[in-house]
């Protein structure tokens, strides 16, 4: 049965998203959290170019607050990702996420979610092309105020640290010059010796297809 990707609309055999949006999406993914800690810098008017116009908190209107920034760091970032988490465990029949911690927390939590199980959103999941293009969308409205996020590495691999429940972590890792030292940022599980580094190259789940 043929299809189309629901982003470009190339044509695919079967499936929702095709091998390109789907690489793109995992990479926006990606960086979503760290595109929201970036954002953190950006609240106040002074972070802001001086040409551009901002506006002023509802909520105080004695502090200078960009609403844009305020948007994407108190809810819009977490509650997009949130919001696709939860409708793609509806359609798998798995119930409602669980939803703890911090906003910053629960950005990491459900980009990983997501990114873990891009396999099957791209393959299963007839909402993946308005998946993809939402989170481009919010992507792109984020870097239209940080602007480029600093490099962010060599990818070495996906964090192979199992929990006690028997679950793999699965979060990128990322060489930056000159480390020796690779800490996971979702377990904080260590990557130090030669041996760590050839674990992580060689014990790797399957890219998303």
């Known amino acids: 049965m043929s299809a189309a990707c629901g982003l470009c609309e190339r044509a695919l055999e079967d499936g929702y998203l095709c091998p390109g ?3 793109a999406l995992a990479e926006r993914l990606e960086r979503m959290p760290k595109l929201y800690a970036a954002l953190a810098g950006f609240l106040t008017p002074a972070a802001r170019g001086s040409g551009e116009r901002v506006s002023t908190s509802r909520t105080d209107p004695g502090l200078p607050v960009d609403e844009a920034v305020l948007d994407l760091r108190y809810g819009g970032i977490a509650l997009v990702l949130e919001g696709w988490r ?12 669980a939803v703890t911690g911090g906003v910053e927390r629960r950005v990491l939590a459900a980009a990983r979610w997501l990114g873990m199980e891009l396999s099957w ?3 299963s999941y007839p909402a993946a092309g308005d998946l993809a293009r939402e989170v481009r969308d919010l992507e792109g409205a984020a870097l239209s ?13 996906q964090c192979v640290s199992i929990d006690t429940s028997g679950v793999i972590c699965g979060a990128v ?9 690779l800490v996971c940022e979702w377990c904080h599980c260590v990557y130090a010796t ?3 580094w050839l674990l992580l190259l060689h014990h790797q789940p399957k890219e998303p297809v």
């Open 145 to 157: 105020i940080v602007g480029a996020l600093p490099e962010r590495g060599r990818r070495i691999g």
């Open 173 to 181: 890792i990322r060489h930056q010059p000159g480390q020796t030292r």
């Open 86 to 97: 939860s409708d793609v465990q509806r359609v798998r029949g798995w119930g409602e996420p």
């Open 194 to 196: 030669e041996q760590d």
């Open 21 to 23: 949006d789907t690489l």
């Open 121 to 123: 959103i791209a393959a």
